[in-house]
């Protein structure tokens, strides 16, 4: 009789709602990692820089950084001592991921597959994906549509402004995908055991 392997590592397809085309990444990762990691795995896949409050929504409850004080709002649990075991413990198969409490960038997370690590794999890593993330601080999806209509017009009155800005051209199109693969090695090298 062979034994069932309990699933250890999820494949999550993450979305940044709010934006037409909206920009979304899928990653694997395992399931032994906790929220805190998850939030740096998207920190990484979206390029973002991981200077702002987030939180994740998962089955009713609320997970990120603790506040000391109570101000009145749900409980927040602590992400760091939470593990993604959730995912397969729960009938769970979406849930929400907010960055930026003042632009808002609330990511639809879904549940693509849990599945068993192959030996040897190294996770999280980065599968895919489409369309560049805004760019931090740019206002939320007012701020950034009004950031793309300025930066595509080299007559519009604040396009020199927004290229110093953005440090650059923006190209909706490239995701830095080379950028993305470095850095989620590097998570995952983080997660490798010390010899």
Known sequence: MSKVMTPDAARLRIT??????APWREVEVPLSMTFRALH???QVAFLWFNCHLWEFDFDGKRY???????????KIYN?????????????????IYTYDMGDNWEHHIEIL???NMPSGSRLPVFIDGQWRT???????????EIFLEAISDPSHEEYENLIDWNDGPFNRE??????????????????????
Request: aromatic share 6%; glycine share 8%.
């Open 16 to 21: 940044l709602l709010d934006l037409d085309p």
């Open 40 to 42: 740096d795995t998207i």
């Open 64 to 74: 990120g950084i603790p506040f000391e004080e109570d101000f009145g709002g749900d």
């Open 79 to 95: 992400a760091k001592t939470t593990r993604l075991t959730k995912l397969r413990n729960s009938k769970v198969t979406e849930f």
């Open 113 to 115: 597959d849990l599945f």
């Open 134 to 144: 805004p760019p931090e601080d740019v206002g939320g999806t007012p701020g950034f």
């Open 174 to 195: 490239d995701i830095e995908s080379e950028i993305i693969k470095i850095q989620m090695n590097r998570l995952a090298n983080m997660r490798r055991p010390k010899k």
